[in-house]
């Protein structure tokens, strides 16, 4: 063995024979509890060592094909103990444990690589998998042809039109990059699906919260909407319909506070403080709509658009851009408070364009972080104005008492937010 394994690998070789140990005893732990598996604790742990043991030997020879002929003869040894044990249930084909063996011994030879950390995730990941098989079952069950199709439309978005988009400026002020616009609409789509998804996934009859929750992850104007009609409509279900447009509202504040995170980590100073004035304030009445809302059994289940659909991702994106356009355009010429007026018609219509277009302003420098929440503050506040009117109108005088206050109450937040941290 050489000089440089013995410095470099030979010291840490026992703690990495651990860590294959520890990660070999998860992943058969899991396959320990299932009677059809052929492989179990003993049978991981020895394959996990034995993926180290080969990067080991592979190091001191110098010779990756010691790795490849390892994996293949754990891959027969699996295979053949499936194919020879004559009391094998048709219940387990035995595919799942072949590959949770193979991917063991892959993991056992990350971990030679100092890899270890990423091992142990993917093991913890693998052995999550392993363990809610019985879960994920009933979810892909219960995922409709329309609900397919969204993920193959979000695939589509994400792995294929957004490589293909150039990433330059095609505009003065550099703005109207198209992989940029892309990209952002690809964030704001995958955030939408997953509650479009879940949103399709919960049925009718589940909690109030869910449904708030999700819906404001796709469109809490549209449930708001939805649910003010459907409370004037039928009074016995006001309620429980103004719990779930003022838990949508509050969820928006969240998920403009995780945009801004992921988009200008560089603004969480600013943005997570006043964000989290608005979420605590609008809370308060929140909790107490809850204590006295009844639960319907059959409530309405909201039926949105699908936002990974090229008509709804394309609408977005023009928005975006023309937002994008018009925040640089009188930024530049009014200074903040051109971007104030875009933030105030922006708000009307989308406030995720205008969050990501401050917070593009404010990632290229131009204009402060504090200006860049300001903006996103404003548009926050014409939505809710927006949405109190659609409940005015839609909802009636009655409905609007209902949820005045729970819509007002994150509004009020977010102004003490501004004016204590912007």
Not at 44 to 72: E, H, K, N, R, Y
Request: net charge neutral.
């Amino acid at each position: 063995m050489d000089e440089n394994l013995l410095s470099s690998g030979e010291l840490g070789a026992p703690l990495k024979f651990l860590t294959s140990l520890a990660i070999g005893l998860l992943l058969g732990l899991q396959r320990e509890r299932t009677p059809s598996a052929k492989a179990g604790l003993r049978t991981f742990a020895l394959v996990a060592l034995f993926g180290t043991a080969s990067g080991l030997i592979a190091d001191a020879a110098q010779s990756t094909w010691i790795i490849a002929t390892s994996l293949v003869l754990v891959g027969l040894m699996i295979i053949a103990a499936y194919r020879h044990e004559g009391d094998r249930t048709e219940a387990d084909s035995g595919t799942t444990t072949v590959i949770a063996v193979l991917l063991c011994f892959g993991l056992g030879v990350m971990v030679w690589y100092d890899r270890s950390q990423l091992a142990v995730a993917v093991a913890i990941v693998a052995t999550v998998l392993l363990h809610f098989k019985t879960e994920l079952h009933g979810f892909s069950e219960r995922l409709s042809q329309r609900d397919l199709a969204s993920i193959l439309q979000f695939a589509v978005l994400t792995f294929i039109v957004l490589p293909l988009l150039p990433d330059r400026g095609f505009d003065p002020y550099g703005v109207l990059n198209p992989h940029h616009i892309w990209l952002m609409v690809v964030l704001v789509s995958g955030v939408s699906l997953a509650g479009y998804l879940a949103l399709h996934l919960v049925g009718p009859g589940k909690s109030q919260l869910l449904i708030g929750a999700f819906g404001g992850l796709v469109s809490s104007t549209a449930t708001t909407l939805v649910y003010a009609r459907e409370g004037r409509a039928q009074p016995a279900r006001a309620p429980s319909g103004s719990v779930i447009i003022a838990i949508s509202n509050l969820v928006v504040l969240a998920r403009l506070a995780v945009i801004s995170a992921v988009v200008a980590p560089g603004a969480v100073h600013v943005t997570l403080p006043v964000f989290g004035c608005g979420l605590v304030l609008g809370a308060v009445p929140l909790l107490n709509r809850l204590r006295t809302a009844m639960i319907v059994p059959d409530l309405k289940v909201l039926e949105l658009s699908n936002p990974t659909q090229l008509r709804v991702a394309l609408g977005f994106g023009a928005i975006y851009a023309i937002v994008l356009v018009g925040s640089a355009w009188l930024s530049e010429r009014a200074g903040s408070q051109g971007l104030y007026a875009v933030a105030v018609v922006s708000g009307l219509v989308d406030v995720d364009a205008i969050t990501l277009s401050s917070l593009n302003l404010f990632a290229g420098g131009g204009v402060t972080a504090a200006v860049a929440v300001t903006a996103i503050g404003i548009a926050y506040l014409a939505a809710v104005a927006f949405k109190l009117a659609v409940v005015l109108v839609i909802g009636g005088i009655d409905f609007l008492r209902r949820v005045a206050l729970a819509l007002l109450a994150p509004a009020l937040g977010i102004v003490a937010g501004l004016l204590l941290f912007a």
